[in-house]
């Protein structure tokens, strides 16, 4: 185990992020070679335009290696109508639940009491959420009374499946793994394929504890975004965190990092911190939430932040600035004082300061 551990901890650390190929910024950073993957997120694309949009992803030469998402049993939303007092919706999946319930929506940040459901996927609420819900969306309900019915891979998730295959893919995301059968049943579909496992769900935890063996084409993704609104309470997703790197020292971990970019481009003490504790417990693969990618400058500030936090930090063991003849006691490093060309205390002198610039 230690030899194993020992082996981890000098891997690099890896950069993965969410596009599509019809975004401006798309080249960019596919031929960005700090990067190590990126992911096409299946949800919200479809038809013709998922046609176009895997020829183009396999179209350009010396990309970095592209993974396809899928949402398995993952709770979507399907239709919406939103014209009457008392929101109405369709979900992908059938349920049975008891109501009056609790839903989540927007990643946890906005709620509506579900009244009734109607035939498994017509949900009819009593009033309805703070903001609009669109088709496509995600949404949670955290009752143990939830329970999923129905086939995991939908006839329309078969359908891009089958597309990605053809263009050529061999690496996937699977959302909400709960289960060695939603293994199996991926299998059956996507072959000897690469899968990355995402872990969202209580559910998920305990098939990491319990079910989940080690294999070269299938690792665990510690997918926090909706793990983080899963989970009884917050700060169970410290544990949830080590459970997944200690079964899977090969994990990758995903969402809720590198956040406060997108409101300046210095990045808080909180993120760094995390970004640091993430990799003293273990991870190497780390990926960026889909919100930060949707613009190409938030994405170039998030990467050259996480390329200024991996030379620095996890490329270099601790002590890293000082030899150890000049250390300080109770001090392991040092930070230059000098801001550059910039006056003091903009935010142009901090990035300059801390190496985030382009």
Not at 126 to 138: C, K, L, N
Not at 158 to 164: D, T
Not at 204 to 233: C, H, I, T
Not at 251 to 280: F, N, Q, T
Request: charged letters at 30%; glycine letters at 6%; hydrophobic letters at 40%.
């Amino acid at each position: 185990m230690n030899a194993r551990k020992n082996k981890q901890r000098f891997k690099d650390l890896e950069l993965s992020v969410t596009l599509w190929p019809t975004f401006p910024h798309f080249e960019q950073f596919a031929l960005d070679k700090r990067l190590s993957a990126i992911r096409l997120n299946s949800a919200m694309v479809g038809g013709d335009r998922l046609d176009n949009e895997l020829t183009l992803a396999k179209k350009l030469q010396g990309a970095v290696p592209m993974y396809f998402d899928l949402k398995g049993r993952q709770l979507r939303i399907r239709e919406v109508n939103a014209d009457k007092s008392n929101l109405e919706l369709t979900l992908n999946h059938p349920i049975e639940v008891k109501t009056p319930v609790e839903v989540l929506f927007k990643a946890g940040e906005d709620y509506a009491v579900l009244d009734r459901v109607v035939d498994g996927k017509h949900l009819i609420f009593d009033g309805g959420p703070e903001f609009m819900v669109y088709e496509g969306e995600s949404l949670h309900i955290r009752d143990p009374s939830l329970n999923v019915t129905g086939p995991i891979f939908l006839d329309y998730e078969i359908e891009k499946i089958e597309k990605s295959m053809k263009a050529g893919f061999d690496k996937y995301f699977l959302s909400f793994v709960e289960s060695q059968r939603d293994i199996d049943e991926f299998r059956e579909l996507v072959g000897d394929s690469h899968i990355y496992a995402k872990i969202e769900s209580k559910a998920g935890l305990r098939y990491v504890q319990n079910e989940f063996r080690r294999s070269d084409n299938l690792n665990l993704m510690a997918a926090r975004g909706d793990m983080y609104v899963e989970v009884d309470k917050p700060h169970d997703i410290l544990n949830a965190m080590k459970l997944i790197i200690n079964k899977d020292p090969d994990a990758g971990v995903g969402s809720r990092m590198l956040l406060s970019v997108m409101d300046k481009p210095v990045p808080s003490c909180a993120d760094l911190s995390e970004l640091a504790w993430l990799y003293d417990i273990g991870y190497r693969k780390m990926m960026l939430c889909d919100e930060l990618c949707l613009k190409g400058d938030l994405l170039g500030t998030a990467v050259n932040v996480f390329e200024s936090f991996r030379n620095s930090y996890a490329r270099r063991p601790a002590p890293y600035l000082l030899p150890e003849s000049k250390q300080r006691s109770g001090y392991s490093g040092s930070v230059s004082t000098e801001f550059g060309p910039d006056e003091p205390g903009t935010a142009q002198s901090w990035l300059r300061r801390f190496g985030f610039s382009k």
